[in-house]
Structure formats: structure tokens, C-alpha cells
């Protein structure tokens, strides 16, 4: 605890302003039926009301107000992305782990797989499987977890093929211990750095493409509350110099540069720990 | 040089394969429906007239390995079959299209490519200056915003409040190559603004690596200057990196595309792969994918090919 | 722009240091690396400047090219090169000095050279951007350097690329390229410390000879003694940034002022009787007829047959490529051979380690040669240790804690490492918690690749004795895989000699050590330094006749 309190007083600013943005999403999404006026798909003005009393930030195209649809975007977007990046890390970080550590044929085959996933840019493949498959949330989970674990692949398998050569897992291995021993005891242990920050990059990752699938209109339905779709239905705003539609994509970016900035210390930090040693 | 005629060759071999199996991919995955695929795409309500069309577009009665192939041979041929909404050839609906998109993407890249290594390569040799430490902060920024508000603040600046660009990119094939460029400028500049952050800091970490060589130690200590250790011993080492970002991003570009053609109406493949996903017109979708995954395949081969061939030691093999 | 070098006279000043301060900079913050060190080098003297890894040596002696790496600083102290103040002068003025009248050869030529330039183009370089030879002129010296330093093919091996050429071969072309504006001073950092002991000579004899034929001043940064003792006239011996002892070479190594000196000195002189065969049937281990390799075309051993008796040390000594780390990773089952057989107290173990029992794993354990990645960083000593005592033995922790108490103290280290992490041990301490954790399974072998040879000369020692120690305590035997002949001596009772994956003299070590050797054994035995200042030209001289 001190350990981390110490740690907090020599970051820089900027990594102050990421975990003060993410504290405050994660406020924001935990008690988003408490700060919102209105219920989050009540139609409760008429269309594109102006900034002003009762409706902080005007309303919608459907006449919805649009704060409330904002903190319950935080929920949603936030949390189907965040759930998303678990799986995917789930998916791709134990697959990874595995090819690294058992090596031959094992890796070989797993790694052809993912080349050939990876060819595809992701998008597109996006797009076609949900054309096919329809755009529920669960399949929208899945769809991207899938695909983006052969990133995640291919990082867990680069890092863990790194600790795999190094002398103490072939003394556990010489020693007899088993596979999941050796995962979980001498490889995933010195994995964990890039791994975290990884975490952080996919995340990102996962919620802009997530945010994209949505502004295309093929991502999270209405009528749920979510940014990227918010930013659709309002966009006719812009052409009249109104700035409401950039609120959800400025929403968007400021999560997305708060997780970078923490990431980009913290790889900063563990590539500087490394030195020392 | 026959090594690397070899690995070449091999490499050439791999993406054919890989070409091939994308194109597996893309077929089959309308496979992955359970149940009757007409009624599953259609829903319910489909009158029997658009089921029949269906059915007879996608050769549903043919066995699957027979309609693969004959999509393949189609394809092979420039035919991609037809669109299940209009009804029209989808190599006629694709053509202007995607010129259009190879227009704007090659608009893009012309200015971001110099751009971003220029940039890229200053932020490495001025490392950890003033400028090094602002121009990092401002691309982790710009890579974290999402492409549509990039394009709508643009809207707002350059087309609402200044009125300098249109806001909608009205292209057409009779358009004159300045008269074309100023209209696509706009997404141009979006696509420009979110590959050059990305673009940048890849250049700038590669010539890093680069520079912290026992060899730019050596010819520093040679006496040499520093103009000259950085275009007579950085550079040919750091084409290789630099050659691979380019290729890279090259390929993001491509597919980053599509939500910027959405964003200012611009006649390109992607809106039209978007459009088509949203209608659930799956030949145009499948089209689609197929020339996207395509160049991304192909631009990502460059990169390999022109890596092995510009790196010494399998230049000049022992 | 440059003074012809060879004017002046012997004797003259031409780089003197005074209490030169150099900081370094970790976890952001500024640690003094050099404190205060005196350095004075006069025309055409060569100055050894020799210590322990952290003895501050390579900082120095870069230094006095006025240059200091990334993340160093010079904090006080001036340097001066023939009137030139160094630490004051502008980059340009000390950028005309560097390549010019200071030349540089770093430790690793393989990485030194930019792969992308022809050896001939990198000689060339510094002459002509310097303006003191056109390019016709440059490549004309650099065939003469290259035939006086005994490279092959001396008209064409410039026009090859950095990887086209051996390691021995590159160094030798670093030296050449360093004599190329005829310099008067060269800084030599730890030339021949990558290389094999055969190859050693090759390099030492050319820099001996280019060094005194152009009367060259050099600073000739090593950690071992008897290679300096070959070419200084004078040595500096350091010590964490500080300066120990200071004297003429014959002086020095006839009579060490300082305790330490002396330490180094006798460094390899320990030694112990071989104990004779026990003539055991079945030995405890034996390799029979191994033939193994990586893939069915690069065959690395080929027909090696070796035996290891209870309580005593076999030796396998051989230079890189001999395939003696081959062999200890056929035995433990890593590689499994393809043909021959590992018979362990006259029973086959299973070619691969996959196939064995825990028990034929616990009795053959191994220590490596570098203990940093032998350890995993992120677990405790007690960890380390108590892994192989639950895993094998079964204890539970009472009982693991207590052995584990009782390892700690036979490898002579107090209670309280067992909550320690590995990044907060020395080197020396890591490797002795690597034997511990060896030990912890009670084996009857230990292979030990290359233990000593990532440790400093005084810790290696130490570690040599210990292991000593607990062979006569514990009567369990070593295979011990080394290139260093020094180690041989000390502590084996037989020694197998490998060339080119193939034994080509094996025996008790008196009878190994003793002439007449094999030819090989011999070109090995002959080619390591001994503390005589006299030993290189000697040895020179007895090939040539």
C-alpha cells in the first residue's frame, strides 16, 4: 500500500489525469441511475430541444434527454467493452501462454490459425460475421473477443516465448513439474507487465472499434444507450454548428486518452525497472 | 541472392495460401447460420418472391464445396456474381467505387506518409526533448480518438464555422484531379490526422532501437559527424523498420476507410460494404471483404518482401 | 587538422586525468561510478587498466576519449589530451579528436560494425571524413593493416560485409579500422574477452604488434590479469570507481602492494590433487557412443563416450562449438540423441527427459552458467529451494523450512536470505542459491555448464572451493563443462578434451596435463595467458620455430 502511494507521488501528470478520468467513468457507470434525471429510453421532450433548463444538454433526435443517455452510454459502452477485452484475454492469453510453453507442433499449428485470422482485417471481418450473424450483444461480444484474441495471441505467445528459453522453467521443467505448473508458477508470473499494459491498449482498442461498430450502426441497438450510436443520431446537429454530437465522441476519446496515458507510464516504468536489474 | 530469391518465392507462396484461405473464410462463414439460410437472413416476413431470389442467387440447392468454387472461378473471372437488393452485377456497383476509395486512401497517404516519418524521425534523434515529450503527448491523443469525432470537429472547424472544405465529399468520375482532391480533402485529412499519430510513433521507436546500436556508438567515437552517422549508419539499417510502419499502416488506412466514407457521404467501397450489411446483402458484403482482406494481404506482403531486401546480411549472404 | 602522429617524443604527457569524478544514473538518481581516479599516459605507452565488473574501467577509459554513454555523466576532474582540455572543449573539437589521434576497439566487433557497410568502406571512413587520406589512399593502408595484422586474403577481405567474417577475423579487421588515421592513442575495451582462448592469441599477438611497430599509446581495458600483463607497460588496478594499486607491470606482478592485487594474482592458482578411479562397475553415470544434433543434418556430437564415477569431478573442456554444452543437454534428456545410449548406475535412462521418472530426474541436477536467468525473478529463495524438497522428497513446510535452513548454511549464507528475492542477491549469491537448490534434491550428479565463467575471477574462485567443499561433504559427483583451463585444474580428477563435437583425449587430469599431449590439447593448453609478462612473445616465438 505505501509501496503504491509512493509509486502515485512520482507519477507524472499525465498519468494523474488517466487515473482521475477512469475513477471518475467508473463513478459515473456504477451509479448512473442515481445521477441521471430521467430513465435511461424515456422520451421525455420533443426533438433536438436546446441546452437549458430541464434538459442539461438538450435532447435527442427522439426527444430523449441527453445527459441521461450519456451516463448510461458510460455503462454500457464501458462495460461491454471492458467484459469484452476479459474474454479476449481469457481466449488469446491462455492459448498464448500454451503455444509459448509447450512449443513444436502445438505452437505451430496454433500460430498458422492465427496468421491466417490476422490477414483479415478486422473490421471487415467484423462486419461480414455480423451481417451473418445479426448484432445482439452476446454475438457482438463474442465476435470481437474472437478476433481480438489473435492479437492478444500473438503478444502472450511473444512475451512468453521470451521467459520459455530462460534457464529457470528448464530447470522446472527438467525437474518434472507439469505444464500448468510451469504456466502458472515460472512463465505467466514475468509475463504479468506487458500483459497489463497490453490490457489497457486492447481496451481501448476494443471500446473505439465497439464505438465504430455502433456509429456504422451495427453495433450496440437502440434502444440501449451508447456513445458511437448516440453520435449517429445526432450528427445532423453538426452541419448547424451544434456541438451535442461531439459530447458522446468526446466521451470516447477522454476514456480512451485517460487508459492511454496511464499505460504509457506504466510501460515507462516496468521498461525502467528492467534496466536497474 | 538465391536465398533470397527463395525466401521471396516463399513468401509469394504464403500469401497466395493465405489469399486462398481468406477467401474459404469469407464463404463459409455465411455457413455458420443454423437452419435455413434464406429464412435466417430474410426473417419471417420475407415474401416467398425474395426467398425464391434468394435461393437461386446463392445456388442454395448446389452443394457447398460446388458453390465455392464456382464463386471462386467466378471471381477469377471479374464476375461477383449479383446484388440480392437491386439485382445489379456487383463488379459494375464495386468498379467506380473502388477507385474512389484507392483515390482518397493514396490522397491520405501522399500526406501523411512524409509527414510521419519526417516527424517520427526528428522525435527520435531530439529524444526526451521539449518537443520529443509534446509531440508523444499529442499522438497518444490523437490515436485515442475515435475516427468520427476527428471528422466532425474537422466538419465543424474547416466546413461549418470557416467554410473553406464541403462537408459532404460529392465525388464523381467527371470531376478534374484539383476539383476531386479539394472535395475528398476533408476525409483525407481525417484519415491523415488518426495514421499519423500511429505512423509516427512506430517510426520514432524503431529509430530509437536503432540508434541505441553498439555501431552508432562505434562511429561516434570514430569522430564522425552526427548528419553523417545518421544518413550513412542509421538510415540503411532503419529502412527496413521504417519500410515495415509505411507498408502497416498502408494497410490500416485501407480498411480505416470506411467510417470516414461514412462520415462525409463519399461514393466509396466502404459505405457501400456498410450500406450492404446493413440491408444484409450478403454477395456484396462477401465482395467486399474479399478485396478489402485482398489489399490488406497484399500490402502486408510488400512489407515482408521489401524487409528481406533491404536487409544486409540477407543481401549479402556469407 | 590533425598533427602527424608519430612526431613528438617518447615519454612526452599525452592524456592525463585528475581526480576525474563520473556519475551514473539509475531508478533517477545520480551515482558516483569513478570517484576521483588519477590517470596519467605518456607517447607510446601501453597502460592496462584492469578490475572486477563495477570497477568503474570501460567508463574511464572511454572517457578519455572525452565521451561518456547515455545515462553517465562526468561530474568533476579534468581530462587532458595532448593540451586539449576535454571536459571543457566543444563537441566539434573533440569530434576532429575522436577516430583521428584517439581510437577506439570495443569488446564486440560482431555488433561494432554496421552491417549494412563493407569492412573496407567502415576502415575508410574516419581517414577520409577526417581529410587526412583520400579514398585510394585509405584502402591501399588498410590492405597493408590487414596483411600486417594476418588476416586472410588481405586484397579482398575488405569488400566483404561485417557477418561474411569469423569473430577472431572481425576483431583483428576493429584493429586494423582503429589504426586507420595512424592515431596516438587507442582505447582497447576487453578486445578478446568474447573470444576463444586459440583465437585470443591471434587478436592479442596483432595488437601487440601494430601497437609497438607504430608506437601507438594505448589504454587496454581487461578483468584479466595474465592478458594484461602481455602488453602493459604499466597497470592500474580499480576497484568500485576507486583506485587500488598503480605500478609498473614486472613490478606489480612480482610484488603486489595491495591485498587485493594479490588476490587477483593468485586467482588461478588453486588447485587440488586428483583423486584416482575408483574403478566402480557400473560407474554411476556412463555415456555411451552419443551421437546427437539439432535436426538430422547438423550432427554437434558425434560418437562421445564418457564415464563419471561416484565422489569424483570429470572436466569436459572444449572452445565454442566443441558441443560439451550438447552433451550436458543429451544426458539430462533435452536433446535425445540419436544414436548411443545414458546409462545411469548401469541402468538406460529414457533418451528424452519427458519419458523419465521423478526419480531419474531428482539424481542428475544442473547448474548453469548464468544464474541471473537460472532464477526466476519473481519467486522467494525459500521457493526456489523449497520447490525441489516438497516436489521430490514431499516434505511438508515445517520439514522444508528446516532443510532449507540447513542448504542456507552449507552454501554460506545466513537464515534471513530465504525471504529474498533473486534481483536482491549478487551474482556469486544467485549461482550459490542455484547450488542449493541443486543439492535440495539430493543427486548423486551434478552437471555444472560453465558455472563460473559469468563471475568475476574472486567470486568464481569462491564458488570453485565451495563446490569442493560440498563434494567431500555430500561424495556426490560433478560433470563439470567448461572452457577455461584454469578451472579444469583446480578442481576435476578426469578431464575429456572436445574439438568439433568429437572427444579427442580423455583421461586422469596428471596424465592430460602432463606432455606429451595431444596435438589440440596441447594448442588449448599453451594458449592461456599466464601471469608472465614474457609468456605471448615466448610462445610466439616457440610456434614459429
Same mark, same amino acid.
Given at each position: 500500500?505505501?509501496?503504491?502511494?509512493?509509486?502515485?507521488?512520482?507519477?507524472?501528470?499525465?498519468?494523474?489525469?488517466?487515473?482521475?478520468?477512469?475513477?471518475?467513468?467508473?463513478?459515473?457507470?456504477?451509479?448512473?441511475?442515481?445521477?441521471?434525471?430521467?430513465?435511461?429510453?424515456?422520451?421525455?421532450?420533443?426533438?433536438?430541444?436546446?441546452?437549458?433548463?430541464?434538459?442539461?444538454?438538450?435532447?435527442?433526435?427522439?426527444?430523449?434527454?441527453?445527459?441521461?443517455?450519456?451516463?448510461?452510454?458510460?455503462?454500457?459502452?464501458?462495460?461491454?467493452?471492458?467484459?469484452?477485452?476479459?474474454?479476449?484475454?481469457?481466449?488469446?492469453?491462455?492459448?498464448?501462454?500454451?503455444?509459448?510453453?509447450?512449443?513444436?507442433?502445438?505452437?505451430?499449428?496454433?500460430?498458422?490459425?492465427?496468421?491466417?485470422?490476422?490477414?483479415?482485417?478486422?473490421?471487415?471481418?467484423?462486419?461480414?460475421?455480423?451481417?451473418?450473424?445479426?448484432?445482439?450483444?452476446?454475438?457482438?461480444?463474442?465476435?470481437?473477443?474472437?478476433?481480438?484474441?489473435?492479437?492478444?495471441?500473438?503478444?502472450?505467445?511473444?512475451?512468453?516465448?521470451?521467459?520459455?528459453?530462460?534457464?529457470?522453467?528448464?530447470?522446472?521443467?527438467?525437474?518434472?513439474?507439469?505444464?500448468?505448473?510451469?504456466?502458472?508458477?515460472?512463465?505467466?508470473?514475468?509475463?504479468?507487465?506487458?500483459?497489463?499494459?497490453?490490457?489497457?491498449?486492447?481496451?481501448?482498442?476494443?471500446?473505439?472499434?465497439?464505438?465504430?461498430?455502433?456509429?456504422?450502426?451495427?453495433?450496440?441497438?437502440?434502444?440501449?444507450?451508447?456513445?458511437?450510436?448516440?453520435?449517429?443520431?445526432?450528427?445532423?446537429?453538426?452541419?448547424?454548428?451544434?456541438?451535442?454530437?461531439?459530447?458522446?465522441?468526446?466521451?470516447?476519446?477522454?476514456?480512451?486518452?485517460?487508459?492511454?496515458?496511464?499505460?504509457?507510464?506504466?510501460?515507462?516504468?516496468?521498461?525502467?525497472?528492467?534496466?536497474?536489474? | 541472392?538465391?536465398?533470397?530469391?527463395?525466401?521471396?518465392?516463399?513468401?509469394?507462396?504464403?500469401?497466395?495460401?493465405?489469399?486462398?484461405?481468406?477467401?474459404?473464410?469469407?464463404?463459409?462463414?455465411?455457413?455458420?447460420?443454423?437452419?435455413?439460410?434464406?429464412?435466417?437472413?430474410?426473417?419471417?416476413?420475407?415474401?416467398?418472391?425474395?426467398?425464391?431470389?434468394?435461393?437461386?442467387?446463392?445456388?442454395?440447392?448446389?452443394?457447398?464445396?460446388?458453390?465455392?468454387?464456382?464463386?471462386?472461378?467466378?471471381?477469377?473471372?471479374?464476375?461477383?456474381?449479383?446484388?440480392?437488393?437491386?439485382?445489379?452485377?456487383?463488379?459494375?456497383?464495386?468498379?467506380?467505387?473502388?477507385?474512389?476509395?484507392?483515390?482518397?486512401?493514396?490522397?491520405?497517404?501522399?500526406?501523411?506518409?512524409?509527414?510521419?516519418?519526417?516527424?517520427?524521425?526528428?522525435?527520435?534523434?531530439?529524444?526526451?526533448?521539449?518537443?520529443?515529450?509534446?509531440?508523444?503527448?499529442?499522438?497518444?491523443?490523437?490515436?485515442?480518438?475515435?475516427?468520427?469525432?476527428?471528422?466532425?470537429?474537422?466538419?465543424?472547424?474547416?466546413?461549418?464555422?470557416?467554410?473553406?472544405?464541403?462537408?459532404?465529399?460529392?465525388?464523381?468520375?467527371?470531376?478534374?484531379?484539383?476539383?476531386?482532391?479539394?472535395?475528398?480533402?476533408?476525409?483525407?485529412?481525417?484519415?491523415?490526422?488518426?495514421?499519423?499519430?500511429?505512423?509516427?510513433?512506430?517510426?520514432?521507436?524503431?529509430?530509437?532501437?536503432?540508434?541505441?546500436?553498439?555501431?552508432?556508438?562505434?562511429?561516434?567515437?570514430?569522430?564522425?559527424?552526427?548528419?553523417?552517422?545518421?544518413?550513412?549508419?542509421?538510415?540503411?539499417?532503419?529502412?527496413?523498420?521504417?519500410?515495415?510502419?509505411?507498408?502497416?499502416?498502408?494497410?490500416?488506412?485501407?480498411?480505416?476507410?470506411?467510417?470516414?466514407?461514412?462520415?462525409?457521404?463519399?461514393?466509396?467501397?466502404?459505405?457501400?460494404?456498410?450500406?450492404?450489411?446493413?440491408?444484409?446483402?450478403?454477395?456484396?458484403?462477401?465482395?467486399?471483404?474479399?478485396?478489402?482482406?485482398?489489399?490488406?494481404?497484399?500490402?502486408?506482403?510488400?512489407?515482408?518482401?521489401?524487409?528481406?531486401?533491404?536487409?544486409?546480411?540477407?543481401?549479402?549472404?556469407? | 587538422?590533425?598533427?602527424?602522429?608519430?612526431?613528438?617524443?617518447?615519454?612526452?604527457?599525452?592524456?592525463?586525468?585528475?581526480?576525474?569524478?563520473?556519475?551514473?544514473?539509475?531508478?533517477?538518481?545520480?551515482?558516483?561510478?569513478?570517484?576521483?581516479?588519477?590517470?596519467?599516459?605518456?607517447?607510446?605507452?601501453?597502460?592496462?587498466?584492469?578490475?572486477?565488473?563495477?570497477?568503474?574501467?570501460?567508463?574511464?577509459?572511454?572517457?578519455?576519449?572525452?565521451?561518456?554513454?547515455?545515462?553517465?555523466?562526468?561530474?568533476?576532474?579534468?581530462?587532458?589530451?595532448?593540451?586539449?582540455?576535454?571536459?571543457?572543449?566543444?563537441?566539434?573539437?573533440?569530434?576532429?579528436?575522436?577516430?583521428?589521434?584517439?581510437?577506439?576497439?570495443? &569488446?564486440?566487433?560482431?555488433?561494432?560494425?554496421?552491417?549494412?557497410?563493407?569492412?573496407? &568502406?567502415?576502415?575508410?571512413?574516419?581517414?577520409?571524413?577526417?581529410?587526412?587520406?583520400?579514398?585510394?589512399?585509405?584502402?591501399?593502408?588498410?590492405?597493408?593493416?590487414?596483411?600486417?595484422?594476418?588476416?586472410?586474403?588481405?586484397?579482398?577481405?575488405?569488400?566483404?560485409?561485417?557477418?561474411?567474417?569469423?569473430?577472431?577475423?572481425?576483431?583483428?579487421?576493429?584493429?586494423?579500422?582503429?589504426?586507420?588515421?595512424?592515431?596516438?592513442?587507442?582505447?582497447?575495451?576487453?578486445?578478446?574477452?568474447?573470444?576463444?582462448?586459440?583465437?585470443?592469441?591471434?587478436?592479442?599477438?596483432?595488437?601487440?604488434?601494430?601497437?609497438?611497430?607504430?608506437?601507438?599509446?594505448?589504454?587496454?581495458?581487461?578483468?584479466?590479469?595474465?592478458?594484461?600483463?602481455?602488453?602493459?607497460?604499466?597497470?592500474?588496478?580499480?576497484?568500485?570507481?576507486?583506485?587500488?594499486?598503480?605500478?609498473?607491470?614486472?613490478?606489480?606482478?612480482?610484488?603486489?602492494?595491495?591485498?587485493?592485487?594479490?588476490?587477483?594474482?593468485?586467482?588461478?592458482?588453486?588447485?587440488?590433487?586428483?583423486?584416482?578411479?575408483?574403478?566402480?562397475?557400473?560407474?554411476?553415470?556412463?555415456?555411451?557412443?552419443?551421437?546427437?544434433?539439432?535436426?538430422?543434418?547438423?550432427?554437434?556430437?558425434?560418437?562421445?563416450?564418457?564415464?563419471?564415477?561416484?565422489?569424483?569431478?570429470?572436466?569436459?573442456?572444449?572452445?565454442?562449438?566443441?558441443?560439451?554444452?550438447?552433451?550436458?543437454?543429451?544426458?539430462?534428456?533435452?536433446?535425445?540423441?540419436?544414436?548411443?545410449?545414458?546409462?545411469?548406475?548401469? &541402468?538406460?535412462?529414457?533418451?528424452?527427459?519427458?519419458?523419465?521418472?521423478?526419480?531419474?530426474?531428482?539424481?542428475?541436477?544442473?547448474?548453469?552458467?548464468?544464474?541471473?536467468?537460472?532464477?526466476?525473478?519473481?519467486?522467494?529463495?525459500?521457493?526456489?529451494?523449497?520447490?525441489?524438497?516438497?516436489?521430490?522428497?514431499?516434505?511438508?513446510?515445517?520439514?522444508?523450512?528446516?532443510?532449507?535452513?540447513?542448504?542456507?548454511?552449507?552454501?554460506?549464507?545466513?537464515?534471513?536470505?530465504?525471504?529474498?528475492?533473486?534481483?536482491?542477491?549478487?551474482?556469486?549469491?544467485?549461482?550459490?542459491?542455484?547450488?542449493?537448490?541443486?543439492?535440495?534434491?539430493?543427486?548423486?550428479?551434478?552437471?555444472?555448464?560453465?558455472?563460473?565463467?559469468?563471475?568475476?575471477?574472486?567470486?568464481?574462485?569462491?564458488?570453485?572451493?565451495?563446490?569442493?567443499?560440498?563434494?567431500?561433504?555430500?561424495?556426490?559427483?560433478?560433470?563439470?563443462?567448461?572452457?577455461?583451463?584454469?578451472?579444469?585444474?583446480?578442481?576435476?580428477?578426469?578431464?575429456?578434451?572436445?574439438?568439433?563435437?568429437?572427444?579427442?583425449?580423455?583421461?586422469?587430469?596428471?596424465?592430460?596435463?602432463?606432455?606429451?599431449?595431444?596435438?589440440?590439447?596441447?594448442?588449448?593448453?599453451?594458449?592461456?595467458?599466464?601471469?608472465?609478462?614474457?609468456?605471448?612473445?615466448?610462445?610466439?616465438?616457440?610456434?614459429?620455430?
Amino acid at each position: 500500500m505505501k509501496d503504491f502511494v509512493k509509486l502515485l507521488r512520482s507519477s507524472p501528470w499525465s498519468a494523474r489525469f488517466g487515473m482521475a478520468v477512469i475513477v471518475f467513468y467508473v463513478v459515473i457507470a456504477t451509479f448512473a441511475p442515481i445521477i441521471s434525471p430521467y430513465g435511461e429510453t424515456d422520451i421525455v421532450g420533443s426533438e433536438f430541444e436546446p441546452w437549458g433548463e430541464g434538459f442539461f444538454l438538450g435532447t435527442d433526435n427522439l426527444g430523449r434527454d441527453m445527459f441521461t443517455r450519456l451516463v448510461y452510454g458510460a455503462r454500457n459502452t464501458i462495460g461491454i467493452a471492458f467484459v469484452t477485452t476479459c474474454l479476449a484475454f481469457l481466449i488469446g492469453g491462455f492459448f498464448g501462454l500454451m503455444a509459448a510453453t509447450l512449443g513444436g507442433w502445438v505452437d505451430q499449428a496454433l500460430s498458422r490459425i492465427v496468421d491466417v485470422f490476422m490477414a483479415l482485417p478486422p473490421l471487415i471481418f467484423a462486419l461480414l460475421l455480423l451481417t451473418i450473424l445479426g448484432t445482439s450483444i452476446p454475438i457482438l461480444i463474442v465476435v470481437i473477443a474472437v478476433l481480438d484474441s489473435t492479437r492478444v495471441y500473438r503478444l502472450a505467445r511473444a512475451v512468453a516465448m521470451n521467459i520459455a528459453v530462460m534457464d529457470f522453467v528448464e530447470v522446472a521443467r527438467l525437474r518434472g513439474e507439469g505444464l500448468m505448473w510451469i504456466i502458472r508458477r515460472e512463465v505467466l508470473p514475468n509475463s504479468m507487465p506487458p500483459l497489463v499494459a497490453e490490457f489497457g491498449l486492447r481496451f481501448c482498442f476494443v471500446f473505439l472499434f465497439i464505438s465504430a461498430l455502433s456509429f456504422l450502426g451495427l453495433g450496440i441497438q437502440p434502444p440501449t444507450a451508447d456513445w458511437g450510436s448516440m453520435v449517429r443520431d445526432n450528427a445532423t446537429l453538426i452541419t448547424y454548428g451544434d456541438i451535442t454530437p461531439l459530447l458522446p465522441a468526446g466521451a470516447i476519446a477522454l476514456l480512451t486518452v485517460g487508459v492511454n496515458f496511464v499505460v504509457d507510464w506504466f510501460l515507462h516504468k516496468t521498461a525502467g525497472l528492467r534496466d536497474d536489474q | 541472392m538465391d536465398k533470397i530469391l527463395k525466401m521471396i518465392a516463399q513468401r509469394l507462396a504464403l500469401g497466395a495460401v493465405t489469399l486462398f484461405i481468406v477467401s474459404l473464410i469469407i464463404f463459409l462463414a455465411v455457413q455458420l447460420l443454423p437452419g435455413d439460410l434464406a429464412e435466417a437472413i430474410l426473417g419471417q416476413a420475407a415474401t416467398p418472391e425474395t426467398v425464391a431470389a434468394f435461393r437461386r442467387e446463392l445456388q442454395l440447392d448446389l452443394p457447398a464445396y460446388e458453390r465455392y468454387l464456382n464463386w471462386l472461378f467466378g471471381i477469377l473471372q471479374g464476375d461477383l456474381g449479383r446484388s440480392l437488393a437491386n439485382q445489379r452485377e456487383i463488379s459494375e456497383l464495386i468498379g467506380g467505387r473502388l477507385l474512389n476509395t484507392l483515390f482518397l486512401a493514396a490522397l491520405a497517404a501522399a500526406i501523411a506518409v512524409p509527414l510521419a516519418v519526417t516527424l517520427g524521425v526528428l522525435a527520435a534523434l531530439y529524444r526526451n526533448s521539449f518537443y520529443d515529450r509534446t509531440v508523444n503527448m499529442v499522438t497518444l491523443t490523437t490515436i485515442s480518438f475515435p475516427e468520427f469525432f476527428v471528422a466532425y470537429i474537422l466538419i465543424l472547424v474547416l466546413a461549418v464555422n470557416m467554410s473553406v472544405f464541403p462537408s459532404i465529399s460529392n465525388v464523381s468520375s467527371d470531376l478534374g484531379f484539383w476539383e476531386r482532391a479539394y472535395r475528398s480533402i476533408l476525409p483525407a485529412l481525417t484519415l491523415t490526422l488518426v495514421v499519423v499519430a500511429h505512423m509516427m510513433r512506430m517510426t520514432r521507436a524503431a529509430i530509437i532501437n536503432l540508434l541505441a546500436s553498439p555501431y552508432i556508438e562505434m562511429a561516434n567515437l570514430k569522430g564522425i559527424k552526427r548528419s553523417r552517422i545518421i544518413t550513412h549508419h542509421a538510415l540503411p539499417n532503419a529502412l527496413s523498420p521504417i519500410i515495415n510502419v509505411i507498408v502497416i499502416n498502408l494497410a490500416y488506412l485501407v480498411v480505416g476507410v470506411v467510417i470516414v466514407e461514412v462520415v462525409f457521404v463519399y461514393p466509396g467501397l466502404g459505405q457501400l460494404m456498410v450500406d450492404s450489411v446493413s440491408k444484409r446483402d450478403i454477395p456484396v458484403v462477401q465482395a467486399c471483404s474479399l478485396i478489402f482482406a485482398a489489399t490488406y494481404v497484399l500490402l502486408n506482403l510488400t512489407a515482408d518482401i521489401l524487409s528481406i531486401l533491404s536487409n544486409p546480411r540477407l543481401l549479402h549472404p556469407r | 587538422m590533425t598533427s602527424n602522429p608519430s612526431n613528438g617524443n617518447k615519454g612526452e604527457v599525452l592524456l592525463e586525468m585528475r581526480d576525474l569524478r563520473i556519475e551514473g544514473q539509475s531508478d533517477e538518481q545520480w551515482h558516483e561510478i569513478v570517484c576521483g581516479v588519477d590517470l596519467t599516459l605518456r607517447r607510446g605507452e601501453v597502460l592496462g587498466l584492469i578490475g572486477e565488473s563495477g570497477a568503474g574501467k570501460s567508463t574511464i577509459g572511454i572517457a578519455g576519449m572525452g565521451f561518456t554513454r547515455p545515462g553517465c555523466r562526468i561530474s568533476g576532474g579534468t581530462i587532458t589530451f595532448d593540451g586539449i582540455e576535454l571536459t571543457s572543449a566543444p563537441e566539434e573539437t573533440k569530434r576532429a579528436l575522436r577516430g583521428a589521434r584517439i581510437a577506439y576497439v570495443a &569488446q564486440s566487433a560482431a555488433a561494432s560494425f554496421n552491417p549494412a557497410h563493407k569492412l573496407i &568502406q567502415q576502415f575508410a571512413e574516419a581517414p577520409v571524413q577526417h581529410g587526412v587520406l583520400n579514398s585510394s589512399e585509405a584502402s591501399k593502408n588498410a590492405i597493408d593493416l590487414y596483411r600486417r595484422l594476418q588476416l586472410p586474403d588481405p586484397e579482398t577481405i575488405g569488400s566483404r560485409y561485417p557477418h561474411q567474417v569469423s569473430g577472431g577475423q572481425l576483431q583483428r579487421a576493429m584493429v586494423a579500422m582503429a589504426m586507420a588515421c595512424k592515431p596516438d592513442l587507442i582505447v582497447f575495451d576487453e578486445p578478446t574477452t568474447a573470444l576463444d582462448v586459440t583465437t585470443q592469441i591471434e587478436v592479442l599477438a596483432a595488437i601487440k604488434d601494430v601497437v609497438h611497430q607504430f608506437n601507438t599509446a594505448a589504454i587496454y581495458i581487461t578483468h584479466d590479469l595474465a592478458v594484461v600483463a602481455q602488453l602493459a607497460d604499466r597497470i592500474m588496478v580499480l576497484r568500485y570507481g576507486n583506485l587500488i594499486e598503480e605500478g609498473e607491470t614486472r613490478a606489480m606482478l612480482a610484488e603486489p602492494k595491495e591485498d587485493y592485487t594479490s588476490q587477483l594474482l593468485a586467482v588461478r592458482s588453486y588447485q587440488r590433487d586428483e583423486m584416482p578411479p575408483t574403478q566402480e562397475d557400473p560407474p554411476l553415470l556412463e555415456v555411451r557412443g552419443v551421437s546427437a544434433g539439432y535436426g538430422p543434418l547438423i550432427k554437434v556430437l558425434d560418437d562421445v563416450s564418457v564415464k563419471i564415477e561416484r565422489k569424483r569431478t570429470v572436466a569436459v573442456v572444449g572452445e565454442s562449438g566443441s558441443g560439451k554444452s550438447t552433451l550436458a543437454r543429451a544426458i539430462t534428456g533435452l536433446l535425445p540423441p540419436y544414436e548411443g545410449s545414458v546409462l545411469f548406475k548401469g &541402468q538406460p535412462l529414457p533418451p528424452s527427459y519427458k519419458n523419465r521418472t521423478k526419480d531419474q530426474l531428482r539424481q542428475v541436477q544442473m547448474i548453469y552458467q548464468m544464474p541471473d536467468v537460472a532464477l526466476n525473478p519473481k519467486q522467494k529463495v525459500r521457493d526456489v529451494i523449497g520447490r525441489p524438497l516438497g516436489f521430490y522428497l514431499g516434505m511438508d513446510e515445517a520439514a522444508r523450512e528446516r532443510r532449507m535452513r540447513d542448504l542456507l548454511e552449507m552454501i554460506e549464507l545466513p537464515a534471513d536470505f530465504a525471504d529474498r528475492l533473486p534481483g536482491e542477491l549478487s551474482g556469486g549469491q544467485k549461482q550459490r542459491i542455484c547450488i542449493a537448490r541443486a543439492l535440495a534434491a539430493e543427486p548423486e550428479l551434478i552437471i555444472c555448464d560453465e558455472v563460473t565463467s559469468a563471475l568475476d575471477q574472486l567470486v568464481a574462485e569462491e564458488i570453485l572451493k565451495l563446490l569442493q567443499r560440498l563434494q567431500d561433504e555430500l561424495e556426490v559427483s560433478y560433470l563439470f563443462i567448461t572452457h577455461d583451463l584454469a578451472t579444469v585444474r583446480a578442481i576435476s580428477d578426469q578431464i575429456v578434451v572436445m574439438l568439433r563435437g568429437r572427444v579427442v583425449q580423455q583421461g586422469g587430469k596428471t596424465q592430460v596435463l602432463t606432455p606429451p599431449h595431444h596435438e589440440y590439447t596441447d594448442l588449448l593448453l599453451s594458449s592461456v595467458p599466464e601471469m608472465d609478462p614474457d609468456w605471448l612473445d615466448e610462445l610466439l616465438d616457440k610456434r614459429a620455430s
